[in-house]
């Protein structure tokens, strides 16, 4: 079970995410101010004030932040401002709850890219891309081809971490929990 969050670290959660999808769709920027500044609050939460849960919970979730969401950044799938949101959370929120976010974002993400191929007419042409991908893949006489950069369609990735936090915060779906089952 996903610990219960404070109404204090609660209201820190959800307005640190919603101000970063607003600056992520104004801007297509988070800042590190926010995020760097969340990361401080929430380890020294977690370190020095009751309810907290130790610095050893905060930084856990900081670092599996960093590790879910680096190499998507690594591969420019992601932004770095996403990966340190993703910290950010984390610091706060702990690592299960973090990995909870980060599953519920990547479905929530893979929704909203279904959704923005269909509205731009793209879809067909996306799967026709995979598929192709995906047989270079298996026979080895043809040459990879992988998308350029420019033909990609882009979306800002804070909505989904925001879904997955209010998914997550709210209790709608305790998604780690689900997994330990199987």
């Known amino acids: ?6 109404s204090s670290v609660g209201i820190i959660l959800l307005a640190t995410t919603l101000f970063c999808v607003i600056t992520d769709f104004v801007n297509g920027k988070i800042y590190n101010s926010v995020t760097f500044s969340i990361i401080g609050v929430g380890l020294l939460y977690h370190s020095f004030f009751a309810q907290g849960h130790g610095f050893q919970f905060s930084i856990l979730g900081v670092a599996l932040g960093f590790a879910l969401f680096f190499s998507f950044f690594a591969l420019q799938a992601m932004g770095a401002g996403d990966v340190k949101l993703l910290m950010a959370i984390g610091a706060l929120t702990g690592w299960r709850f973090t990995l ?3 599953i519920l974002s990547f479905l929530a993400g893979g929704v909203i890219s279904i959704f923005l191929l269909i509205k ?6 996306t799967l026709k891309s995979i598929g192709t991908l995906l047989w270079t893949m298996v026979v080895p006489e043809m040459k990879m081809q992988t998308p350029k950069i420019e033909d990609c369609l882009l979306s800002p990735f804070a909505l989904p971490l925001f879904i997955g936090v209010v998914l997550q915060y709210f ?3 305790d998604i780690v929990s689900l997994m330990w089952k199987f």
């Open 100 to 102: 909870g976010v980060a």
């Open 171 to 173: 209790k709608f779906i």
């Open 120 to 125: 731009h007419e793209r879809f067909k042409k």
């Open 1 to 6: 079970m996903v610990f219960d969050i404070p």
